[in-house]
Nanobody, 114 residues
Framework: LQLQAYGGGLVQPGGSLRLSCAASGFNISSYTMSWFRQAPGKGPEWVSSSNADGGSTIYTDPVKGRFTISRDNAKNTLYLQMNSLKSEDTAVYYC????????RGQGTLVTVSS
């Protein structure tokens, strides 16, 4: 099981980023997949989950209406489109299998700052 998130970077408040998470060693088509984030000095926070076929998605309240989780099961890749970014979205973002924090791999840093 390997998960590698990428696509982070520095963005101004109000900007957008699209994160990707490449999975290997298993087929994401059989699993709910999730995004978590961890801000500097804080614990992990669940952000969003997508069921196996992508037909059902849920979000934590602070990102509702701004973030969209999606997946391409053929490419074994999970995505997180982040719009209207705020400074409080600054964190390292990780993808996980189901909502298992222990399954996370390499995260990607998102910094929202002017």
């Amino acid at each position: 099981l390997q998960l590698q998130a990428y696509g982070g970077g520095l963005v101004q408040p109000g900007g957008s980023l699209r994160l990707s998470c490449a999975a290997s060693g298993f087929n994401i088509s059989s699993y709910t997949m999730s995004w978590f984030r961890q801000a500097p000095g804080k614990g992990p926070e669940w952000v969003s989950s997508s069921n196996a076929d992508g037909g059902s998605t849920i979000y934590t309240d602070p990102v509702k209406g701004r973030f969209t989780i999606s997946r391409d099961n053929a490419k074994n890749t999970l995505y997180l489109q982040m719009n209207s970014l705020k400074s409080e979205d600054t964190a390292v973002y990780y993808c996980t299998r189901q909502s298992n924090w222990g399954s996370r791999g390499q995260g990607t840093l998102v910094t929202v700052s002017s």
